[in-house]
């Protein structure tokens, strides 16, 4: 595949320019109600970090193992088994689905390459990853104690998945399935990386849940890699394609494809712009107001729990600073003991004004109990134990709202690590109760720009 051929520039373009999810969903969403939005067609990289970090590592992970087929040399098994490790680090599933795809490529290269592949190499290079893939699960997976109340699920507690990811699944196996097909007609032998890929993705996504720890929401995490599959996938197919059908005809139809993509990016970019305008110009004033307050490491930092723009991400990011409370902090804790992720749930419900009775209230109501359950258990809200898990969020949380409220000196203790208290809210709808903040804080300044209002306070000296 030439750099600049018809070829390579469709795949490039599908890559990086089309995210199928999004169109899938897009297209069930048309068909069912008749109702077409342009917001559907996005681009596929808009998430800032994970898992932006790890794909560069994927596809480097795809070239080294062609490239340790093919040519038979130690050193490339080497490199794919530093390629994986590293992964690890950075993005585990995408570590686990590396895992996967390598032990089906080596099941499949018989099939498809008269060559015989480095077995020593290819065994140890496993090994390690297996190596790598169990400290994953036993440092990230919680531990399941007798008497914790954590059971292993099993496949009739999983809820269905929906339609679209049914058919995204779907697609990435059809993929794979005629790129295998494709392979064994090539002529000198086929390579099993890209197909192996693609049936790595289908089988963990549809498994991994079986056998990892739900909160870990594996085929969640690894289906924001599938348009990387899916990009490999259709680059070996239109690879192979080519060399069946070396015609200007085809070549013509590569680069009329090529065109659809570029077009459906450009067309993206501008929704996503236009679409987002109001919130990065949002953004952008808080980011002027927390630079202007001078926020430090020293400082802690409150901002809304709930936003649609993620304040409590990128705000410690930037400033160094720490913050009260994120949801997603659930996710990253030992189940064992959860006490400091509730006990900040709890003061920050207390610091916008609301008490253990009004908490108990909110459980009374269906929809409000299970805007509470932690990222980790809401996929347990669609199954079974979803009762159970409301009445644990329940209990967990209740207790801390009572515990502050007979102690209110653990409040502001709490605060006393830090040099200040810099509140985030939106002007003209203030979020924290000025009389709770009063029993622990000395307001100093406020400062208000665009929608949003930045306060400093310091810890009162009793």
């Known amino acids: 595949m030439k750099p600049l051929s018809a070829t390579s520039l469709a795949s490039a373009g599908f890559l990086l320019l089309v995210s199928a999810p999004s169109l899938l969903a897009g297209l069930h969403r048309w068909v069912r109600t008749g109702s077409f939005s342009l917001f559907f067609l996005q681009l596929p990289f808009y998430r800032s970090f994970y898992p932006q970090v790890a794909i560069p590592f994927l596809l480097g992970y795809v070239g080294l193992q062609v490239k340790a087929f093919r040519d038979g040399n130690r050193l490339w098994w080497v490199l794919l088994t530093g390629t994986q490790i590293a992964t690890f680090v950075l993005f585990p599933y995408a570590a686990l689905l590396m895992l996967c795809a390598s032990l089906i490529s080596i099941a499949l290269q018989p099939l498809l390459q008269s060559k015989r592949i480095d077995w020593r190499a290819a065994t140890v290079s496993l090994g390690a990853s297996i190596l790598g893939d169990v400290i994953a699960v036993i440092l990230r997976s919680p531990r399941h104690l007798p008497g914790a109340g954590n059971k292993l699920p099993l496949a009739l507690e999983m809820a269905l998945p929906d339609r679209i990811f049914i058919a995204m699944s779907a697609v990435v196996l059809g993929a794979a399935v005629a790129t295998f097909f494709l392979e064994r007609k090539s002529e000198g032998g086929g390579d099993p990386t890209a197909t192996s890929l693609g049936l790595a993705f289908v089988a963990v996504t549809w498994t991994g849940d079986l056998f990892i720890e739900h909160g870990l929401n594996v085929s969640l995490q690894i289906g924001y890699l599938n348009h990387v599959v899916l990009g490999v996938l259709f680059a070996r197919c239109v690879s192979l394609l080519d060399r069946s059908f070396p015609s200007r005809r ?213």
Not at 285 to 313: F, I, K
Not at 407 to 424: D, E, H
């Open 250 to 462: 085809f070549q013509g139809a590569v680069a009329f494809v090529a065109a659809l993509f570029l077009l459906h990016g450009v067309i993206a970019s501008a929704v996503a712009g236009i679409g987002n305008l109001g919130e990065s110009r949002a953004q952008r004033d808080l980011l002027q107001l927390v630079h202007e307050a001078s926020v430090s490491e020293n400082d802690l930092v409150v901002t809304p729990s709930h936003s649609r723009t993620p304040e409590g991400e990128w705000i410690p990011l930037v400033t160094h600073s720490r913050i009260l409370f994120h949801p997603d902090a659930q996710a990253f804790m030992s189940r064992i003991d959860e006490k400091p992720y509730w006990f900040r749930l709890a003061l920050y419900l207390h610091l916008t004004g609301r008490d253990a009775a009004t908490v108990d209230r909110d459980f009374s109501q269906a929809k409000i109990a299970a805007a509470y359950v932690g990222p980790r258990d809401v996929t347990e809200l669609s199954g079974r134990r979803r009762s159970e898990i409301i009445e644990q969020t329940k209990q967990s949380l209740y207790s801390q709202m009572r515990g502050i409220e007979s102690n209110p000196a653990a409040v502001c203790g709490f605060f006393q690590p830090f040099a200040r208290v810099v509140l985030i809210e939106h002007s003209g709808d203030p979020l924290f109760n000025r009389q709770r903040l009063a029993e622990c804080l000395d307001l100093e300044s406020s400062r208000h720009l665009g929608s949003w209002s930045v306060t400093v306070a310091r810890r009162r000296l009793h």
